[in-house]
């Protein structure tokens, strides 16, 4: 599968953005998605993932309540939406992808996208 990230940009802190992640191949409804972000000399972190079915989410403790996911089948694609945003969330964010049911674990994901930036400024 290959993921296709999207809806990055610059935003005043307090601000919203909804990240989407495009997946092409058969199959999407199967996978378990996820988001993790990497800032700038810090190492890539899970923000929050949803299982196949759409019945599991897990997120980062800091992070619930302004980040919520979901995904659309129908359109192969999974939404990152994050709410009162913060400068400590100026991030590349990616979207992954794995089999089975989802997890917070970056090495269990097997498919990643090539990362949308997002910028918060203070």
């Known amino acids: 599968v290959q993921l296709v990230e999207s809806g990055g940009g610059l935003v005043q802190a307090g601000g919203s953005l909804r990240l989407s992640c495009a997946a092409s191949g058969r199959a999407f409804s199967s996978y378990s998605m996820g988001w993790f972000r990497q800032a700038p000399g810090k190492e890539r972190e899970f923000v929050i993932a949803i299982d196949w079915s759409g019945d599991s989410i897990y997120s980062e403790d800091s992070m619930k309540g302004r980040f919520t996911i979901s995904r659309d089948n129908a359109k192969n694609t999974v939404y990152l939406q994050m709410n009162s945003l913060k400068a400590e969330d100026t991030a590349v964010y990616y979207c992954?992808?794995?089999?089975?049911?989802?997890?917070?674990?970056?090495?269990?994901?097997?498919?990643w996208g090539q990362g949308t930036q997002v910028t918060v400024s203070s």
């Open positions: 992954a992808a794995k089999t089975g049911g989802a997890t917070i674990w970056r090495s269990s994901y097997g498919y």
